[in-house]
């Protein structure tokens, strides 16, 4: 596993927070240059924009800066650039299965069941309080954490 992207619906509050703390997690590992990260979204409708000021508010709390980060569509071609595509939750993995070409090569799965082997979901926290931003960075947070022990392993 050299690549990993991480895909929710808007790309402004769940994608960005993961891909924000895998970052991390992967610099003071001293593996960042060997794994490839990014995040997208199923839509393109913040595309260009930082992510929500609530998702870098909840990050910031645990010295993860989400400001670099912009948001952009998913495309064609990521499904061929990285070996795997984890969707937040079952809906995002069903569009991408729908939008995969035929020479997809990438695997796609659901992010909390490749990191933890549940079959569980990340919540979409738009349209709800700070509270559920916080939920989101910490199982991304565990998440994170486990699946880098997997690719140590
Ligand atoms: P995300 O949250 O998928 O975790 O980035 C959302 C962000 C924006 C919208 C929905 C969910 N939206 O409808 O604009």
């Known amino acids: 596993m050299r690549s990993i992207l991480f ?7 769940r994608s960005p927070t993961a891909e924000g703390l895998m970052l991390n997690h992967l610099a ?24 929500d000021r609530r998702a870098i ?5 645990h010295g993860v800066d989400l400001t ?10 990521d499904f061929s650039d990285f070996d795997l595509i984890v969707g937040m939750d ?16 990438a695997r796609i799965g659901l992010w909390l069941t490749e990191a933890l082997g549940r079959p569980d979901e990340v919540p979409d926290p738009y349209y709800e309080d700070d ?4 939920a989101v960075f910490d199982l991304c947070d565990r998440a994170a954490r486990a699946f880098l ?5």
């Open 131 to 134: 509270r559920a931003f916080d």
């Open 57 to 61: 508010a909840a990050a910031r709390k």
């Open 90 to 105: 079952r809906q995002n993995v069903d569009d991408l299965r729908r939008l995969a070409p035929k020479q997809s090569t």
């Open 7 to 13: 895909v929710c619906l808007g790309n402004i509050c």
């Open 28 to 51: 003071s590992a001293g593996l960042a240059d060997r794994i490839r990260v990014d995040s997208a979204g199923i839509g393109g409708w913040h595309a260009g924009e930082p992510p």
């Open 68 to 77: 670099p980060l912009r948001a952009r569509q998913v495309r064609k071609t």
């Open 149 to 153: 022990e997997k690719l140590r392993a």
